[in-house]
């Protein structure tokens, strides 16, 4: 076997993106949806991971520049590995930390050149507006979070089913 420099390995190592989001809900179990300016369709809290941050730090930055509160990130209740899609050319592994239930809109000053509005779904309704692919996240969550235990998703399926 040939030795290769750790330079030219890594270079040949495939390269993705990183996202994190928020699951929030109420004391009605209805989930936290932000409906962000420059895109269609409404989102969980969150962003990506900027380089060299970790994905639990980043969940916590976009709460604060998203909903202008300090929300403590606890655990991780699911990750989803999704292949290149549209626009994206790479592969994005998205984690969803589990951010507490808090009373309805508890004091968030949401910016307006980031976000249109923010509101608590029932989590039927929370799916009918996120796109198809981060739909499965909503239920992924919900029951990691009462199971103490995360869920691995990829592409949105649960990977037992794939």
Not at 65 to 78: C, I, Q, S, Y
């Amino acid at each position: 076997m040939t030795w290769t420099e750790p330079s030219i390995w890594y270079a040949n190592l495939p390269a993705f993106y990183a996202a994190a989001a928020a699951f929030i809900t109420d004391q009605d179990g209805k989930v936290l949806l932000v409906k962000p300016t420059y895109r269609d369709h409404w989102s969980f809290p969150g962003g990506y991971v900027e380089e060299g941050e970790y994905p639990h730090v980043a969940c916590a930055r976009e709460i604060q520049e998203e909903l202008g509160v300090v929300l403590a990130v606890k655990d991780l209740l699911v990750v989803d590995w999704a292949p290149p899609a549209g626009q994206r050319p790479r592969s994005i592994i998205s984690f969803t930390f589990d951010c507490g239930i808090v009373p309805d809109h508890a004091g968030f000053d949401i910016p307006s050149q980031e976000l249109d509005d923010l509101a608590f779904f029932r989590p039927s309704e929370a799916e009918q507006r996120l796109p198809e692919n981060v739909v499965p996240r909503v239920r992924a969550a919900m029951k990691a979070r009462v199971e103490q235990s995360p869920v691995y998703l990829a592409g949105g399926s649960d990977r037992k089913n794939r």
